[in-house]
T-cell receptor, first 112, second 115 residues
Framework: GQQLNQSPQSMFIQEGEDVSMNCTSSSIFNTWLWYKQEPGEGPVLLIALYKAGELTSNGRLTAQFGITRKDSFLNISASIPSDVGIYFC????????????FGTGTLLAVQP | DGGITQSPKYLFRKEGQNVTLSCEQNLNHDAMYWYRQDPGQGLRLIYYSQIVNDFQKGDIAEGYSVSREKKESFPLTVTSAQKNPTAFYLCASNSGRGGRYTEAFFGQGTRLTVV
């Protein structure tokens, strides 16, 4: 099955640093989503994007829906230790179903 | 509080046995999904159901079966035909009407280990 290219695979940063991660696809998507997953838990939705060029913030998180509709990025500013987790992008291509295609995830570790 | 409940949290299975993972939601969502997660990989879709009494195969359906007899429930059976069943299984649900959807809510997952 199709998966999105998500990078980087992992990041090890100091508290207070800014973080950027992105996803690219060979297909056009109508929706881009960003989820965070903590160990042993299910993913939690952070940001949803529905329009090409859309830029949306949720606290220290900012995500953008690429103009080409084939990419999206997520930025985290001034990271804190509780930002630790795996961040997944997901895309929906439209049509009759609501299936999501997920990226492979970015593992974020924040050192106090 | 509305949400999705998966049970059990941890499950151990002997080789050759079938096991069933439970997923229940009280969000009144039409669509439900089962994903499999392996270390270092994204979520892969096993089965999904958009309406009661109907379901479709996802990308990795072989060795799995599902039923959708009630809107609230979407159990997943991992059969003995699944060659590598040890993984973290996630259930999700959302609602869609006329092309507009609420986004997927996930359960807390079931970790299945074959012993």
């Amino acid at each position: 099955g199709q998966q999105l290219n998500q990078s980087p695979q992992s990041m090890f940063i100091q508290e207070g640093e800014d973080v950027s991660m992105n996803c690219t696809s060979s297909s056009i998507f109508n929706t881009w989503l960003w989820y965070k997953q903590e160990p042993g838990e299910g993913p939690v939705l952070l940001i949803a994007l529905y329009k090409a060029g859309e830029l949306t913030s949720n606290g220290r998180l900012t995500a953008q829906f690429g103009i080409t509709r084939k990419d999206s990025f997520l930025n985290i500013s001034a990271s804190i230790p509780s930002d630790v987790g795996i961040y997944f992008c997901a895309g929906r291509g439209g049509g009759a179903t609501n299936k999501l295609i997920f990226g492979t995830g970015t593992l974020l570790a924040v050192q106090p | 509080d509305g949400g999705i409940t998966q049970s059990p949290k941890y499950l151990f299975r002997k080789e050759g046995q079938n096991v069933t993972l439970s997923c229940e939601q009280n969000l009144n969502h039409d669509a439900m999904y089962w994903y499999r997660q392996d270390p270092g990989q994204g979520l892969r879709l096993i089965y999904y159901s958009q309406i009661v009494n109907d379901f479709q195969k996802g990308d990795i359906a072989e060795g799995y079966s599902v039923s959708r007899e009630k809107k609230e429930s979407f159990p997943l059976t991992v059969t003995s035909a699944q060659k590598n069943p040890t993984a973290f299984y996630l259930c999700a649900s959302n609602s869609g009407r006329g092309g507009r959807y609420t986004e997927a809510f996930f359960g807390q997952g079931t970790r299945l280990t074959v012993v």
